[in-house]
C-alpha cells in the first residue's frame, strides 16, 4: 500500500466511523436488510449501488435515524445510534427531493439546522457566508427555492446540509434530477466538496458510472444483501459473483466447467465442438465444477484472421455494430448461437470500419482477461 | 375559442338561476316603499334605519362573535385531526377515527342539533353563546379536516425529515416547516368554517338561549313576520361583503401564482 493512497479499509489498526454489526431490517413480512455487517471509515466516499428496492435507501434511512432497526446495532463513532432521534445525531442528510423549505429563502434554508443549534449570530452569519461561497451561491443568497434552477436548488441542498459540519453527510440520489451534462460536472464538485470539508460522504445511487466516479469504495446490494464491497476498479475488474459482474458495465458470461490443468491454470470444457478455454484463475476449483467466465467486451479482440499463438480464439460473424462514437460494440455470432460482445475504441476519426455486418472475423483474449466464478 | 350558442344558453341559464334572487333582493333594498313588492322609487332610508335597529345590530355582534371564536377552534382541532390521519399511518382505530370525523358531513344538521341539545341539557350547561360556540366548532372542523387533509396527501414528507434532520423536535417541525406551508390551506379552512358559521340557522336555534339571537335566527323569526326592507337591506349588505371577500381572496392568489411561475420561468431562462 503506498504511503499517500487513502485506503482506511485495509489498514487492521483503522477505527471505522459507522459499523453495521449484523444489521437486520424488517418491514412486516419482507425483509430489506438481511443480516448485514459493514465498516465505514472516516473521510470516505462510499456508495452504496443497487437497483430499485435492494436496500440501499433503507441501510440510509437507518443511518439518518428516520427507520428503527429490527436487530443488529449501528454504531457511529464508536457509540450505538440504534435509539437516538434523527435530531440529536450529528449526521445530515440530502434529499433526493432536496426537501427545500420553500417559504424560506437560500440563506435562512442554510442557516434553519444552525439556528436550531443556537448557534451565535456572528458565527452563523460566517458560516452561512462560508457555504455559499464553497456552493457558490453567493449571488442566491435572497432568493426563495421556486426563483433558482434544478443545480442552484441541488447545491443549496447540499450547503445547507453540510451546514452544521456533519461527521457523516447521507445524500439520496443527489444528482438524479439532474440532466448528464450538469450531472458529470457535479460529480466532480461533490469530490472535491468531499475533499475540501474532509466529510464523510455515503451515496445511495443506482447509476454505477457515478459511484464508480464518485465513490472511493461503492457496495453492491441486492434483495438486502451486500454482495461486494471494494474499490471502484476491484468491482469491475474483480467482481465476486456473476451478480456483480452482470451488474456492473458490459459483461460476457461463459458457462462452462472447470478442470485444473496447473497452479491457477484451468481449462473450460463449454462446447462440445470446441477446444477448451483458458484461464488463470486463485479461485479453487475442482475438477467438473460448473463455473462462468466473465470476459469485459473491450478485452476481447477482434480480427480478420486467427491470432498467432493466441490462447483463447473463436470463430463466428458479425451479427450487429452498436456505434456509440467513441466506442464500436460488435455482436459476433458463435457456429453454435452464442453471441459474444467485443469492442473497440474508435480512436482514428477518418477510417473505414474493417468489418462489417455478416463478416466471419476471429476473436480472442488472453488467460487474465476474463474473471472465473463460481455458479 | 368562441362560444357555441349552446354554451352560451347553458352559461346564461347558469348564471340566472344563480343570481336572479340575489339580483331581486338587492334592487328592493333601495326600494322607497314599505311594500317589497311594490317599486315606489329609489330610496337608502332602510340602510339607515337598519342602522338604529338595536336588535338586528346584537344579532349580527353575536354572530360574528360565534363565527370567529368557533371557527379558530375549529381550524386547531380540524388541522390536528388532519395531521394525525394524513400522517400517522396506521394506528389502531384509524379507520373508525376518519369515519367520525367526517360523518357531520352527511349528517342531517336537525340531528346534529338535537343531539347537542340533548347533551347541554344533559350536562346542565346555560344555553347561550357559549353553547352555539362548542356546536359550531364540532360541525365545521370536519370541514376544516377535509380541507386540511387534501392539502396535508400533496405533501412532500421529506421536508418534515429535513426539518427533524437538521435538529428539529417534532413540534419544532411541524411549527417551523409544515405549518407555514399549509397555511393557505388552513385559512381557507377558518374561511370555511367562519361562513359556515355566518349561515347556520338550524343548529343555531337547537343550541341557542334567550340570551344569544344570531342573524340567521333573528331574520328568519323576522320574516315569518312578513318581509321588511331593512331585512333586504340587511341581506344586500351581506351579499356585498361577501362579494368582496371572494374578489380579493381570488385576485391575491392568481397575482400569487402568476408571480411564482413568472419567477420559475426566469430561474430556468438564467441557467
Redesign the interface.
Known sequence: MAANEFAPWEDPQAKPLIRFRNVTKRFGEFTAIDNITLDIYAQEFFALLGPSGCGKTTMMRML???ENLTEGVIELDGVDVGNV???KRA???M???Y?L???LTVWENIA??LR??KMPAADLTNRVEEMLKLTRLERFSS??P???????RQRVALA??LA?APKLLLLDEPLGALDKKLRQETQFELMDIQEKTGTTFVIVTHDQEEAMTVASRVAVMDEGNLMQVATPDRIYENPNSVYVADFIGDVNLIKGTAKSIGEGQYQINWMESLPPLNAKSSLPLSDGQSCHLAIRPEKVAINAEKPEGAVNAVQGKVLDIAYLGNLSTYYVQLADGTIIKAQTANTRRISRRSFTWEDPVWLSWTATAGVLLES | MRLSWFNVVSLTFGFVFLYLPMIILVIYSFNKSKLVTVWAGFSTKWYGELLQNEAFLNAAWVTLKVAVISSTFATILGTMAAYVLVRSGRFFGRTLFSGMIYAPLVMPEVITGLSLLLLFIGIGMDRGVMTVVLAHTTFSMCYVSVVVSSRLFTFDQSLEEAALDLGCSPAQAFRLVTLPIIAPAVISGWLLAFTLSLDDLVIATFTTGPSATTLPIKIYSAVRLGVSPEINALSTLMIAVVTIGVILASLVSKRNVANKRREELAAVRAE
Request: no cysteine; glycine share 12%.
Open positions: 439518518a435515524g428516520f432521534a434523527p435530531n449526521v445530515n442528510m434529499f433526493q427531493s426537501a423549505f420553500p417559504h434553519f439546522g436550531r443549534a432568493r426563495k421556486h426563483q433558482i434552477s434544478g443545480g442552484q445547507r446540509s452544521k
